[in-house]
């Protein structure tokens, strides 16, 4: 569109395998009310593509996707208050056996250019990802059997006042683990003082590791957070 251009170097198709190499993305301007994206992918590989029209409808069915060194960033539509259409009915069943992304870096940042939060290193594999027309009546339009991600370094810009990080990060369905934890404030105590309207505590939290053990899977629809235990080691606050 307008505003979103995506380059593509070269693509192969050897039976029903298919690789793109080189794809760009890119900014051409600002609309407040979409995401717009930038960065680049060096390779992603299909396997195994087999379609089948059924009328209107597509059943498309992937051995697997894998994406390789993606260096992408998000530009945050600036307009909040759109809301996303419900997709209560889908001309496409896809069958994904695996999805695979190695050594892909993303940022997010505002349409001014700063970083709001950033993820290194991601390396992932989410197996038996589905979308059909009952999944996309769901709050996650997919599921996905299983899987497995460990990032490096996670910042999140956390708001007015503090600033999140996170050395690495591991999580293997139920089971995640987090490593050197800091929760800090953009300001010293004098520079706060100065920043606040009312008086409130400064607060600076690190913790070694933090090893957390999820009751349901993290792509379940649920609106609670049921955890069965969390370990914490070498909190300071």
Not at 18 to 28: E, G, N, P, R
Not at 129 to 140: G, R
Not at 213 to 226: A, C, G, K, M, P
């Amino acid at each position: 569109n307008n505003n979103q251009e995506v380059r593509v170097g070269h693509i192969f198709t050897k039976d029903a395998n298919l690789a793109v190499d080189s794809i760009q993305l890119a900014k051409l301007g600002t609309n407040p009310n979409q995401n717009l994206w930038s960065g680049f992918i060096k390779k992603v590989n299909i396997q195994n593509i087999k379609p089948k029209f059924d009328g209107q409808k597509v059943n498309l069915d992937l051995s697997a996707i894998t994406v390789d060194d993606a260096k992408v960033a998000m530009i945050s539509k600036t307009n909040k208050s759109v809301k996303k259409q419900e997709n209560k009915n889908s001309d496409l069943n896809l069958n994904i056996g695996a999805i695979k992304l190695n050594n892909a870096n993303f940022q997010q940042l505002t349409n001014t250019g700063q970083q709001k939060a950033s993820v290194a290193s991601i390396n992932a594999v989410f197996n038996n990802f589905k979308i059909n027309e009952m999944t996309v009546k769901s709050k996650t339009p997919f599921t996905i059997a299983n899987h497995d991600i460990k990032t490096g370094e996670i910042f999140v810009d956390a708001g007015k006042y503090y600033t999140l990080r996170i050395k690495s990060f591991e999580n293997n369905d139920k089971i995640s683990n987090i490593k050197n934890l800091a929760f800090k404030s953009k300001y010293n105590r004098k520079e706060f003082s100065r920043v606040i309207s009312r008086q409130e505590d400064l607060y600076d939290v690190t913790a070694n590791s933090i090893q957390i053990v999820d009751r349901v899977s993290l792509f379940e629809n649920h609106d609670q957070i049921l955890l069965n235990k969390v370990v914490l080691d070498g909190v300071k606050c």
